[in-house]
């Protein structure tokens, strides 16, 4: 299995910008599709955007599409979000994954994931 850890996450204010950072332990990072997921108190955990093995295929919740932007470095071992004109609803605990499957339809969760950071918080205020 592989270890994740997320960085990045802080108190912005509403239009301001963040980029996550997720860094993976192990020599198979590149072999793993990527996922950020995110999830609000009292919410359930929601998929925010997933990303390929290679980064050449990406796919985003609606609800990000537009403002939010994955990648990867696979000689870093290192995920990345950026996310841009950000929402006082986008405040939520934000994680990051790692799957065998990349999935590009609107049914992604948490189930199609076997490995999770310990998440890094996101405040937005406006």
């Known amino acids: 299995q592989v270890q994740l850890v997320e960085s990045g996450g802080g108190l912005v204010q509403a239009g301001d910008s963040l980029r996550l950072s997720c860094a993976a332990s192990g020599r198979t990072f590149r072999s793993y599709v990527m996922g950020w997921f995110r999830q609000a108190p009292g919410k359930e955990r929601e998929f925010v955007a997933t990303?390929?093995?290679?980064?050449?295929?990406?796919y985003y919740a609606g609800s990000v599409k537009g403002r939010f932007t994955i990648s990867r470095d696979n000689a870093r071992n290192t995920m990345y979000l950026q996310m841009n004109s950000l929402k006082p609803e986008d405040t939520a605990v934000y994680y990051c994954?790692?799957?065998?499957?990349?999935?590009?339809?609107?049914?992604?969760?948490?189930?199609?994931?076997?490995?999770w950071g310990q998440g890094t918080q996101v405040t937005v205020s406006s």
């Open positions: 990303i390929s093995w290679s980064g050449a295929s990406t």
């Open positions: 994954a790692a799957g065998t499957s990349f999935l590009s339809n609107g049914l992604i969760s948490p189930a199609d994931f076997s490995s």
